[in-house]
């Protein structure tokens, strides 16, 4: 830490330094703001308080040098499983879902949206149990299911699909809950969809749609054109489970459709929702998503997934620029769930903050069936700040070097 005191004069006390942290040097790329350039970027009281070429390092308590890195803003996850700690065995309201803290920070995501974890009956368990104690800014999809996404036959319950109990719990929470959610119906009725837009709509809230199981009775071009309204989100958009993309890579006429019609499409790549053999035809059609989430929870953390910037590197690996996957990744994500003050650098907004480093080499990367698709850049995180704290810093570049503390120097306190 570098800490500089000036103007000082004998007897008075030493001014203060405009800033407290600066990020000096890296390559800022804040798809709202148009800035694709080097700049250096102050923070004060956990906001961003300057965004320039050059700024002064003796105005800030603590400068670090990111020159040769990427500063974004913090990555926004709208399609995570995060509702754990309920000990119930095969459930994304339980076991199958991860808490956010050791998977955030360390791949500069700030903020996560839960997609269906709880619903109107158990959202203020999750709110108790994940919400207000982890670090990372969690937001939920609400699932229309009251029970939420707890599996077997509480998915299929169509007497548990209410939507004015949903709205209901959607407008307590205003802000916290971002969204309707419906996933993972088996049958062939609409029900689950229209009860959906129905308590998205007595919300004002999107709606996040899982399609769950194909049926000739409701074709995916229905759910796009007509069942969906301009601003709902249809997520795992290169499954290939629900016609997306037909052999040999011919697209639904219906994503064309639902995009004119103001759908969003959002990746949700997941531990079964991501195949090359949808997204490369698609990427060719120029067919991009509109936002990229990986769909986070036990199953596909370790697999062809991984993590939020491996799912932002194979969209490299397909050939698209660097700024449209940030873009993918903080402010498109932010504005499909109504939080304009996240996803961007502006003077004045929340100071979180990903610092990451491009590498270039020889890496593959894999589908949920397995197959692997080679590519040239692969994205690593450097540095997260969260509200203006350092919550990351995989080479300690915002410390001191230990030969210039004092000989019995300690721990210093937690940051929590």
């Known amino acids: 830490m570098f800490v500089f005191v000036f103007g000082a004069t004998a007897g008075a006390q030493p001014a203060q330094p405009a800033y407290d942290v600066l990020l000096r040097g890296g390559h800022v790329i804040d798809p709202r703001n148009q ?4 700049r250096d970027v102050a923070i004060k009281d956990g906001k961003v308080a300057s965004v ?9 308590s603590l400068v670090v040098d990111v020159s040769g890195l990427y500063v974004t803003p913090g990555l926004v996850d709208i399609h995570t499983h995060v509702y754990a700690g309920t000990g119930e065995k095969r459930s994304y309201a339980g076991d199958n879902s991860v808490y956010p803290d050791g998977f955030t920070f360390r791949t500069g995501v700030t903020t996560v949206a839960d997609a269906g974890g709880s619903g109107w009956r158990n959202f203020e368990d999750f709110n108790d149990r994940v919400i207000t104690r982890v670090r990372t800014r969690v937001l939920a999809f609400l699932n229309i299911v ?22 209901e719990m959607a407008r307590k929470y205003r802000g916290t809950i ?4 419906t996933a993972h119906y ?4 609409w029900t689950p969809v229209e009860h959906a837009v129905e308590a998205g709509t007595l919300a004002d809230v999107p709606v ?4 769950g199981t194909d049926h000739a009775e409701r074709p995916l071009a229905e759910l796009l054109t007509h069942k969906l309204r301009p601003g709902d989100i249809y997520t795992h958009v290169f ?11 011919r697209l639904n006429q219906g994503l064309w459709d639902g995009r004119k019609r103001g759908v969003i499409f959002d990746v949700g790549h997941g ?3 991501f195949l090359w053999r949808v997204a490369v035809p698609a990427m060719q059609a120029k067919f991009y998503p509109d936002s990229i989430s990986t769909d986070l929870h036990v199953a596909s953390m370790n697999a062809g997934m991984k993590d939020m910037l491996n799912v932002m590197s194979k969209f490299l690996a397909l050939n698209m620029p660097l700024g449209d996957v940030v873009l993918r990744s903080t402010w498109n994500p932010a504005r499909e769930i109504k939080q304009d003050g996240l996803g961007h650098l502006s003077i004045g907004a929340v100071a979180d903050i990903a610092v990451l480093r491009l590498d270039r080499g020889d890496y593959g990367f894999v589908d949920v069936n397995g197959a692997r698709f080679r590519g040239t850049e692969r994205l690593a995180c450097e540095l997260t700040l969260k509200d203006g704290k350092i919550v990351y810093d995989l080479n300690g570049r915002s410390s001191p070097d230990w030969k210039t503390l004092p000989v019995d120097y300690g721990p210093v306190q937690s940051p929590r």
Not at 186 to 189: F, L, N, S, V
């Open 52 to 60: 320039a070429p050059r700024i002064d390092p003796k105005q800030s």
């Open 178 to 181: 971002v969204g309707i959610k």
């Open 208 to 211: 996040m749609v899982d399609f």
């Open 146 to 167: 009251g029970h939420g996404m707890r599996g077997g036959t509480f998915e299929q319950d169509l007497t548990d699909m209410e939507a004015a109990p949903a709205a």
């Open 35 to 38: 800035i694709d350039a080097v």
């Open 271 to 273: 531990g079964g929702s």
């Open 186 to 189: 088996a049958g062939p009725e």
């Open 239 to 249: 499954s290939g489970l629900r016609h997306e993309v037909d052999p040999p890579g």
